[in-house]
């Protein structure tokens, strides 16, 4: 039976407490698995992605294997701003063409297969349908949560994605642990990890890659190692790579 919403669970990505709170905050203690997607600035569209793991939290990560070339928002990275943050740099919204940067949990993939045919990952997986829509209106009580239309009483979205129709870029996704627990209005929407359409290009605020880049990544991913996701440009990421513990 499908739910009416989307609950993405462990998804619990700090809010600011005040703007006097600006540090980043590196992965939890629990986090074991990390996906780090650099780029060389702020709008620059195209990056790499690279696995890290880890023992225990006092312990360095250590790479699991080689760099993936992905691609980013078509206007380049913005900090997240329902997280602390640095004050440099621009700050992701709704619309703008950014990807967020920043630390974020991951929540379950999807895909157009059924879930019998996803039965090799470990992760959780949402099968797409005709009636399923990620609502990326502000003004919905849905903002930000990936929705059965069919299940829901009153639909009270003017924009969503039918991400079923999308085609290719979604035949295989992951959910980006972003803007949630609670979403708020504006600061962004719809933000996945999902394969180029096609060839390598930007994306309108996900991060893409290739389809063997994207399955060797569903293989791997372990729900009781907490992955993370960590998305930087080289100067952010210099800039807090000692307070947060990121690989090197």
Request: contains cysteine; proline residues 10%.
């Amino acid at each position: 039976m499908r739910r009416l919403l989307l609950l993405l669970p462990g998804l619990l990505v700090a809010s600011c407490r005040g703007r006097a709170e600006r540090e980043l905050r590196g992965p939890s203690d629990d986090a074991r698995q990390l996906l780090l997607v650099r780029t060389l600035a702020w709008d620059a569209m195209e990056g790499w992605l690279r696995r890290y793991v880890r023992v225990g939290p006092s312990d360095r990560w250590s790479p699991d294997g080689g760099p993936r070339p992905v691609t980013v928002g078509r206007s380049g990275l913005g900090w997240a701003a329902d997280q602390p943050h640095p004050r440099a740099g621009p700050e992701k919204s709704e619309g703008d063409g950014r990807s967020p940067a920043g630390v974020f949990p991951l929540g379950v993939a999807f895909g157009t297969a059924s879930a019998a045919e996803m039965g090799w990952i470990r992760i959780g997986y949402l099968p797409l349908v005709p009636t399923t829509e990620c609502v990326d209106d502000p003004a919905s009580a849905h903002y930000n949560a990936i929705v059965d239309r069919a299940l829901v009483p009153h639909s009270d979205w003017r924009s969503s994605e039918r991400m079923r129709e999308v085609g290719e870029a979604y035949r295989l996704g992951i959910v980006v642990g972003h803007n949630v627990a609670p979403a708020r209005p504006g600061l962004g929407s719809c933000i996945f990890l999902h394969l180029w359409s096609g060839k390598p290009s930007p994306t309108t605020g996900c991060t893409a890659m290739g389809a063997e880049a994207m399955e060797e990544l569903l293989r791997w991913l372990d729900p009781e190692a907490h992955p993370v996701l960590v998305q930087l440009p080289e100067g952010a990421l210099a800039q807090v790579r000692a307070e947060t513990g990121l690989p090197p």
